[in-house]
């Protein structure tokens, strides 16, 4: 009863929180996080999980042999250098150095994290002042909304619209004019995705090359989610932002061991840029967790280092990534072809959108979006855990339509199980 009573004094829509226990007021509205609600959902029904993007499948063989020999290093059992362990930021150097057409000093450009999480938490954090305005392209991850709100700051949304054929992945785009007229005086940073979560759109070299010239324009900082460049299927390229003209001095560029080496759970990320700007992510990092665990630094190093003497090469897991990737893609999306489903077609990443409107469904949306109850049903009735695509909007939910997302970086044996279910949608036999 106590309990109950705290609760509603505290969260009373409106009310002044005077309770001692009143969270502060940066934080209201934001207690429910969507990948807790959505594991619970799936984990409650016993679904097969294409929901949350971690790959359910044994880390590679080399991986743990990498493991084995960290454990031996005395020194990866120790506290490290906050803003990265030696080896590891020395290799992330060596790795992007070709690739971002310069020498990055790793002492100075480079900070490792707890996730690409905590990088993108804290580049926003770093720059954000109340009153600021973040540009966000979405649909988005939704954690971008969430801390610029945190921060005191404004979202301020543009759409990727389809311009032509909506199942092709690269034919979302911004529209130039909407984009240009979003950025005003209070504008002080840009948020872009590449590879894109939940589209799976890789934006052109063209695309960045207009987006740096409009953040040069109007002098704003960007901050390029990249987790997902190790992602790419064969025969497509993968675009930085940070390689741009001009674009180098205002970005910073966030990266993820987890995403690249598909072992989620290790939690560990880095964000590259000019010292100028990295400097002040480390002012953000050292307060709240001041180092990324060493020993996962150790590994992850290795694997990295691994990855350049085989650049190239069909033993390379970058070059095995992007065809487990495309395999899976092609499961889900075969799948859904039996069963007259439509699909936005990705060149990367971990995710397709699956439009569910061919499957007649009929819910009031009166107070709860479509692709909400439309997750849940398939959640609880036919138990094949998606995501709904509306809570990747900010502003333009109309955008997501019918559409849920579905993630194909799972084992066969998890695919086959969703790919059966899906199919059976189509036989008549689990229609509502």
Known sequence: MIRGTLYRSIYTPGKRFTSLFAPAQRIVGHEKNLWVEYSALALKHQAVNLGQGFPDFAPADFIKQ??????????????????????????????????????????????????AYEALFAALTAFTDPGDE?????????????VVEVCGGKPVYVPLRPHGDPGNANNWALDRAEFEKAFTSKTKLLMVNTPHNPIGKLFSAEEMEFIARTCEKHNVIIISDEVYERCVFPDHTHHRIATAPGAWDRTITVGSAGKSFSMTGYKLGWAVGPEELISKLQAVHQTAVYSAPTILQEVVARCIEREIELKGHEDAYYT????????????IISACEEAGLGVVEPYGGYFILVDTAPLALEFDTSEVDYD????????????????PLSLF????????DKYIRLCFAKSESTLAAGGQI??????GEIRK
């Not at 150097?93 to 996730?115: H, K, L, Q, W």
């Not at 909007?393 to 997501?400: D, Q, T």
């Open 372 to 387: 909400i109850q439309c997750v849940q049903w398939l959640t609880e009735h036919k138990k094949l855990a998606g995501i």
């Open 393 to 400: 909007f900010g502003k333009n939910k109309y955008l997501s």
């Open 134 to 146: 973040v540009i966000l392209i979405e649909p988005h991850f939704d954690s971008y909304s969430v």
């Open 422 to 427: 899906i199919r059976q949608i189509t036989q």
């Open 320 to 331: 095995q990534l992007p065809q487990i990737m495309e395999r899976g893609c092609q499961s």
């Open 66 to 115: 990498l493991w084995a020999e960290a454990v031996e290093v005395p020194n990866a059992h120790w506290y490290t250098r906050g803003q990265g362990y030696p080896r590891l930021v020395t290799a992330i150097a060596d790795m992007y150095g070709p690739e971002f057409g310069r020498v990055i000093n790793p002492m100075t450009e480079i900070m490792t994290s707890v996730g």
